[in-house]
């Protein structure tokens, strides 16, 4: 369900075996006359002139159910009015209108006609349709059903005139009679029947599953003419409905016996559960379809597919509240690569973000035999669905930047720590999706360091450490971090962001002077200065081998700096001190792009089991007075470049995404709310030169 399938592939696979079995047609030679059977359930329904309020609800809700909106929609169009682009192998599809425009819609359709196209897949002109438009599955619908859905669409929909654009498929595979043959060999244009040994809710799921919601055209294997080989749980092939399948790039996932009843309904109304967060296309289903839903008909949903035999490896076994963080996460390359780009959002514990961002631990996908899905989205990104439950759309970008054996070192990486078993991923894997794909890779200059490289050091150990002082510095050094901040609270990735004080070059300017000071310090003197006031705690010795660690991470991050370069990205860039700030504004912006992460009251965020996964922004949890991060234009330039994350598409975090004068706002307005007092602040900026938005 999370498996990213789009309406544009999903066709290409529907329409494929219809071209081949034209193929075979027109290369055996073999004419076809088919006499088409009578509509079923047609006789004596004709459209009335003034329809039933009911009638017209139910056939909207069927709509929803079929998803019709999805495919007869082009992106920014009017709903129903077709013009969607649904690309094959042979040339372009395009879906037809279905508003009851009588000159380029259905409007001139019969009920008889109508059922005929949605069962058999034959227009009121006899033209035949490519299985692109999945009617084998909506040939499960019962007549009342079907007339239901014909009266919504000719009472309801407005009519639009919108001739619909030829095909641009390529000869043969443009002979349309030829599809006859395909339908001959795999049609079964019956009405659903009920299983009478089963109760009612398992029938209702099984009609829904099988029909309307045609579940089976991504998630079903498919035959040599590329047919769904089977349409429902029974018959020879019944094990392999729904049991998951390989489409183009993308795994379509085993949807047998997958979850919880809960859990699955869950999903389907939000499109995220405790498990996994849908992607792809599956974001436009639970958006336009699945969302809408009764409880009554999700609830039969899952439980006829939590009735299908499975073996899944997480069946019956929740993720824990208390992952552990695997032994390999700072010992190999993919671990360390998966520290720096991906922990930030999904855990160091592969947790993730409740209702933010999916947990990698107990995910089918992560599970799944074909990590196809995993390849995919890591290159091209992600995005949430929007849903009543989860307004907010939140993404993860791709990561098309790294190199092929650096994603195949990561999903390796994560497999093997919270995949039950499932197998490495291959540089080849990484290379073939990519040129398939041809994702767009991000283009700033910013060379982002790789933290993974730290292993070929002599020092690495040290290394290591020093980077792990960063990314969890207060759960490492308690007794000298007075709140519940890490260095990456400001650092991010470990200080590899551009625009997200990197670490980058760095040391190659210290010793130097600093204006708060008033004098020239030295490293370790700025490195205390953060532990002092952003981490409202004590310094680190000097000669430690903690600060040690900390300067020799940074001293690796120098590289071949000298102190006269100009290293792009370094710092949090500048804002317009110029902007007036208005707090009121400032507050709304914080509760409607910072509180899922920070508190609705700046409190921070939580996992289950109390430890932090986000920091506090004011209170006695977060960094004091004396913080730079307490000034308004300070904070305000780190946060129009840096958050919120997940906000939209830019490498690596999705980051940033607010205007000049909202990122002053909300600065002005967190700021500015009750932290800790900083006592030595009576000896900042002795030679004057005090900023203007300073707190003291």
């Known amino acids: 369900m999370d498996d990213g399938l789009s309406v544009k592939r999903r066709s290409r696979w529907q329409t494929l075996g219809a071209l081949v079995a034209s193929l075979a047609v027109v290369g055996a030679g073999v004419f076809w006359w088919v006499v088409t059977p009578p509509p079923i359930g047609t006789s004596g329904r004709v459209l009335p002139e003034v329809a039933d309020p009911a009638l017209i609800a139910r056939g909207k809700y069927v709509a929803e159910l079929g998803d019709c909106v999805a495919c007869h929609t082009q992106h920014g169009g009017t709903p129903m009015a077709g013009g969607r682009p649904l690309e094959t192998p042979f040339g372009v599809l395009y879906s037809t209108n279905i508003t009851p425009d009588r000159q380029t819609g259905i409007g001139g359709y019969s009920f008889g006609a109508f059922d005929r196209a949605m069962r058999q897949g034959v227009t009121a002109d006899g033209t035949h349709m490519y299985p692109a438009m999945p009617y084998p599955s909506y040939a499960k619908l019962t007549p009342d059903d079907m007339f239901a859905l014909y009266v919504y669409l000719m009472k309801a929909v407005e009519p639009v005139a919108a001739p619909n654009q030829p095909s641009e498929i390529a000869f043969p595979f443009n002979l349309r009679w030829s599809l006859a043959f395909w339908n001959t060999v795999f049609l079964d244009d019956r009405p659903f029947v009920a299983d009478a040994s089963k109760d009612e809710v398992w029938n209702r799921g099984a009609y829904l599953v099988q029909g309307l919601g045609h579940c089976g055209a991504c998630h079903t294997p498919r035959g040599l003419g590329f047919q769904e080989v089977a349409m429902s749980e029974k018959g020879p092939n019944g094990g392999q409905f729904v049991a998951g399948a390989k489409v183009e790039e993308w795994n379509a996932i085993n949807l047998r016996g997958l979850w919880t009843v809960d859990d699955t309904v869950e999903l389907l109304k939000t499109g995220q559960n405790r498990f996994a967060t849908v992607s792809g296309s599956m974001t436009e289903v639970i958006h336009n379809s699945t969302q809408n839903f009764t409880d009554t008909d999700l609830r039969a949903i899952a439980t006829y597919l939590k009735s299908l035999p499975s073996d899944h490896p997480f069946e019956g076994l929740p993720p824990k509240a208390d992952q552990s963080v695997p032994q390999a996460m700072f010992s190999t390359r993919g671990g360390l690569a998966y520290a720096q780009f991906c922990a930030d959002c999904h855990r160091l514990d592969g947790a993730g973000v409740a209702q933010v961002f999916p947990p990698l631990a107990a995910n089918p996908t992560v599970a799944a035999k074909d990590a196809s899905t995993l390849v995919h989205i890591t290159l091209t990104g992600w995005k949430t669905a929007r849903t009543e439950a989860h307004p907010r759309v939140y993404t993860m970008p791709g990561f098309a930047r790294l190199a092929d054996d650096e994603i195949a070192e990561i999903l390796t990486f994560v497999r093997a720590s919270w995949g039950a078993g499932a197998g490495a991923v291959s540089p080849a894997e990484v290379k073939k999706a990519r040129a398939a794909l041809d994702p767009k890779a991000d283009t700033s200059t910013f060379v982002t360091p790789r933290i993974a490289d730290i292993l070929k050091e002599t020092n690495a150990d040290q290394l290591i450490r020093g980077m792990r002082l960063n990314t969890e510095t207060h759960t490492l050094l308690p007794g000298n971090v007075g709140n519940v901040l890490n260095c990456t609270s400001c650092h991010l990735n470990g200080g590899t962001v551009a625009d997200g004080s990197p670490y980058v070059g760095v040391s190659a300017f210290f010793p130097s002077y600093g204006a708060r000071a008033g004098r020239v310090i030295t490293l370790e003197e700025r490195i205390n200065g953060c532990f002092q006031r952003s981490m409202n705690g004590k310094p680190l010795a000097k ?72 920091p506090p922004l004011w209170g006695d949890r977060s960094f004091n007075i004396g913080a730079g991060m307490a000034r308004t234009y300070t904070a305000a330039a780190f946060a129009k470049r840096n958050m919120p994350i997940g906000f939209h598409e830019k490498f690596p975090l999705g980051q940033g995404g607010l205007s000049d004068q909202e990122a002053v706002d909300v600065a002005e307005y967190f700021s500015h709310m009750p932290r800790p007092d900083f006592a030595p602040k009576v000896k900042d900026w002795p030679k004057g030169d005090k900023p203007a938005d300073a707190r003291y």
Do not use: S
């Open 543 to 614: 000669d430690g081998d903690d600060m040690k660690a900390m300067v020799a991470y940074f001293d690796w991050m120098k590289r071949e700096t000298k102190p006269e370069d100009k290293v792009e990205g370094r710092g949090i860039g500048k804002i317009d001190r110029n902007i007036k700030p208005d707090p009121e504004n400032g507050k709304q912006i914080y509760a409607a792009q910072c509180a899922v992460c920070h508190g609705a009251n700046g409190e921070g965020l939580t996992d289950a089991t109390g430890k932090y996964v986000y």
